[in-house]
């Protein structure tokens, strides 16, 4: 029989390998004009306070093309949340892409700053003159939860963006009536740490007003469609490429707060500008993931015991993202207090487990060049 050439088992030769193994891929640094701009983001040291920012000095200093803070990008959409349940409203806070008078995380982005150098545009970061004035803040998902627990948002009633519960409450409760083993965990937070750190190049078309990102990215597509909301621009205006991506596992799937300022800086100073992320970056403002309290029951059905293999019941917080506290974990998207929809195989039957979800409100940030400004 004549192998087909194309169909299921089919072997597919592969072109990617030969020019990463010899060394000739292209990552976002490899992409880098030589002759750029260069940009750095400042952020809060502190978890929840009020801000002034003097960048008076700064702006005058050699080198310097520009300075943003929150006055200036007023008019700049917010990072919206891209996650939608059914049946279910999100009261998702807004987040703008520099913090405007008040910051709610530490990491908090509170001012851009753009020169043709990076070390004088690290100069000019450090010229910039903050005041603070701390306000309550909390640390940790669960504290976060409990009664008169300081609000990350003042406005809002309490820490919580919904909570909605799935399945049979009634019959889960019946089945758990004996419980047999009890476990309680704690998943650490952790940073994924590959080996191309994120970043971007911008560049803007200003014949066709056209603006082109270059970014290390798991999916240029799904974040240009978000960037065009954020920066009110027609699809057609905005090009997002992705060249050779070193690891990703997931963080960078998300637009984050500098590719919207890179967008606008770009404009602005109607140059070429590059953000390129040092380790210690990368680990202190990409997107965390885990970090979720787990406490699971498994109980018995007559005299057959539920096997350990089974997904348990869960009733603790899960992937909890403060946004008021010292912890940098903090994410666009709401995030699940508990962890499982629990398939509950019982002796004779298959019901469905009960979840109750609470998810805790909390926008995000991501920079490139941190700072955390201390004044």
């Known amino acids: 029989m004549q192998a087909l050439k194309f169909g299921f088992g089919q072997s597919i030769p592969r072109k990617e390998d030969e020019p990463?193994?010899?060394?000739?891929?292209?990552?976002?640094?490899d992409v880098e004009p030589r002759d750029t701009l260069h940009a750095v983001v400042i952020r809060s040291p502190r978890a929840r306070a009020r801000f002034r920012v003097d960048a008076a000095k700064a702006r005058e200093m050699p080198g310097v093309r520009l300075v943003l803070t929150g006055s200036e990008t007023l008019d700049v959409g917010p990072l919206p949340c891209t996650v939608e349940l059914p049946t279910t409203v999100l009261d998702v806070p807004p987040y703008p892409i520099l913090a405007h008078h008040e910051v709610r995380h530490v990491g908090d982005?509170?001012?851009f700053v753009v020169a043709d150098t990076l070390e004088r545009a690290k100069d000019a970061a450090e010229?910039?003159?903050v005041t603070w004035e701390d306000l309550p803040h909390?640390?940790?998902?669960?504290?976060?939860?409990?009664?008169?627990?300081?609000r990350v948002w003042p406005e809002r009633p309490d820490n919580i963006v919904f909570?909605?519960?799935?399945?049979?409450?009634?019959?889960?409760?019946?089945?758990?009536?004996?419980a047999v083993v009890s476990l309680t965990l704690v998943n650490q937070r952790l940073?994924?740490?590959?080996?191309?750190?994120r970043g971007v190049v911008a560049d803007y078309d200003a014949a066709h007003g056209r603006v082109t990102l270059t970014l290390s990215s798991q999916g240029p597509q799904s974040i240009r469609d978000v960037l065009v909301q954020v920066l009110n621009l027609p699809a057609e205006k905005l090009r997002v490429m992705t060249p050779d991506v070193g690891g990703g596992f997931g963080t960078k799937l998300f637009p984050y707060r500098e590719y919207a300022l890179a967008a606008v800086a770009t404009c602005h100073a109607a140059d070429q500008l590059a953000i390129n992320r040092t380790r210690s970056c990368d680990c202190l403002r990409t997107d965390r993931c885990r970090a979720f309290g787990l406490a699971a029951r498994a109980g018995e059905h007559g005299a057959r015991r539920y096997?350990?293999?089974?997904?348990?019941?869960?009733?603790?917080?899960?992937?909890?993202?403060?946004?008021?506290?010292?912890?940098?974990?903090?994410?666009?998207?709401?995030?699940?207090?508990?962890?499982f929809i629990s398939e509950i195989n019982l002796q004779?039957?298959?019901?469905?487990?009960?979840?109750?979800?609470?998810h805790l409100r909390c926008p995000t940030s991501g920079p490139d060049c941190c700072y955390a400004h201390n004044g």
């Open 20 to 29: 990463l193994l010899r060394g000739h891929g292209r990552y976002i640094a």
């Open 109 to 111: 982005a509170i001012a």
């Open 127 to 129: 010229a910039i003159t």
């Open 138 to 150: 909390v640390i940790g998902a669960i504290e976060a939860l409990k009664p008169g627990a300081p």
């Open 163 to 178: 909570d909605v519960t799935l399945g049979d409450k009634t019959a889960t409760d019946q089945a758990f009536a004996k």
């Open 191 to 197: 940073v994924a740490n590959y080996l191309d750190t």
């Open 307 to 339: 096997r350990p293999n089974l997904p348990p019941r869960t009733d603790l917080p899960a992937n909890r993202k403060i946004l008021g506290s010292n912890c940098t974990d903090c994410h666009r998207q709401p995030t699940t207090r508990s962890s």
């Open 348 to 358: 004779t039957a298959a019901r469905r487990g009960y979840e109750r979800r609470t």
